[in-house]
């Protein structure tokens, strides 16, 4: 299995409590944020990771070389900032599989990988977490079979889905579509879901954005020892 991982944020939120670094490598009792995903992915039988780099790239080019724990570690590096969607169609172009999948590296959601597939003609299919009382992310509507209905702004929902930033998808998904060179991914995926013949699936694990402050704390926490 292959996975991309988006390293590439300033972590502008998170500027007052991890300086001078990019947010993959924000400290976690002492190891960086990226290792823990790395370990997630090495212990589910991942052999190669495309990590999409930007800001302060050299930093996490040091630090995990081109290997971890057997697997391979690839570098997508941005010479301008491409925002997620141009940092990850540069990362595709490096990926061998017809399949890969991509996280964010900047949450972490707890979960078996290897039950996400691909159907039919579908482009893309979203992990998602069901969340009660929340208001910091959109909520995405799926119908009866699975596929996505409709992405709905950030605003208070009592109970609901939102993208937990884990996903499966072709390699080929940009293809046919006019795009700019830097571009929002959750923008594209809002705007053309139904073109890719987007799916999504529910899942109940352990899942943290460490992207403000308070969750970032709160992620040290639950992550000591």
Same mark, same amino acid.
């Given at each position: 299995?292959?996975?991309?991982?988006?390293?590439?944020?300033?972590?502008?939120?998170?500027?007052?409590?991890?300086?001078?670094?990019?947010?993959?490598?924000?400290?976690?009792?002492?190891?960086?944020?990226?290792?823990i995903l790395l370990e997630f992915l090495q212990k589910q039988g991942f052999?190669?990771?495309?990590?999409?780099?930007?800001?302060?790239?050299?930093?996490?080019?040091?630090?995990?070389?081109?290997?971890?724990?057997?697997?391979?570690?690839?570098?997508?590096?941005?010479?301008?900032?491409?925002?997620?969607?141009?940092?990850?169609?540069?990362?595709?172009?490096?990926?061998?599989?017809?399949?890969?999948?991509?996280?964010?590296?900047?949450?972490?959601?707890?979960?078996?990988? $290897?039950? !996400?597939?691909? /159907? &039919?003609?579908? %482009?893309? =299919?979203?992990?998602?977490?069901?969340?009660? @009382? *929340?208001? #910091?992310?959109?909520?995405?509507?799926?119908?009866?079979?699975?596929f996505i209905s409709s992405f709905r702004e950030k605003e208070f929902v009592?109970?609901?889905?939102?993208?937990?930033?884990?996903?499966?998808?072709?390699?080929?998904?940009?293809?046919?579509?006019?795009?700019?060179?830097?571009?929002?991914?959750?923008?594209?995926?809002?705007?053309?879901?139904?073109?890719?013949?987007? $799916?999504? !699936?529910?899942? /109940? &694990?352990?899942? %943290?954005? =460490?992207?403000?402050?308070?969750?970032?704390? @709160? *992620?040290? #926490?639950?992550?000591?020892?």
């Open positions: 299995m292959e996975a991309i991982l988006l390293c590439g944020g300033l972590g502008t939120r998170l500027k007052s409590v991890v300086k001078d670094l990019p947010k993959p490598m924000a400290n976690i009792n002492g190891k960086p944020f990226l290792q052999k190669q990771v495309i990590l999409a780099v930007a800001y302060k790239f050299e930093l996490i080019q040091d630090f995990f070389a081109n290997d971890f724990k057997g697997m391979k570690l690839i570098y997508s590096i941005e010479k301008s900032p491409l925002g997620t969607g141009g940092g990850l169609r540069q990362a595709l172009s490096y990926a061998s599989q017809k399949e890969v999948f991509v996280l964010n590296g900047d949450s972490f959601f707890d979960i078996n990988l $290897k039950a !996400l597939s691909l /159907e &039919g003609q579908s %482009k893309i =299919i979203l992990a998602l977490k069901r969340m009660k @009382e *929340f208001d #910091r992310y959109g909520e995405v509507r799926l119908t009866e079979a699975g009592n109970e609901g889905l939102i993208n937990a930033g884990i996903y499966l998808l072709k390699k080929d998904i940009f293809e046919g579509f006019i795009l700019n060179d830097s571009f929002s991914f959750e923008d594209f995926l809002q705007a053309n879901f139904k073109a890719l013949k987007a $799916k999504g !699936l529910a899942f /109940e &694990g352990y899942f %943290k954005d =460490i992207g403000v402050p308070e969750d970032y704390e @709160e *992620f040290k #926490r639950d992550f000591k020892g």
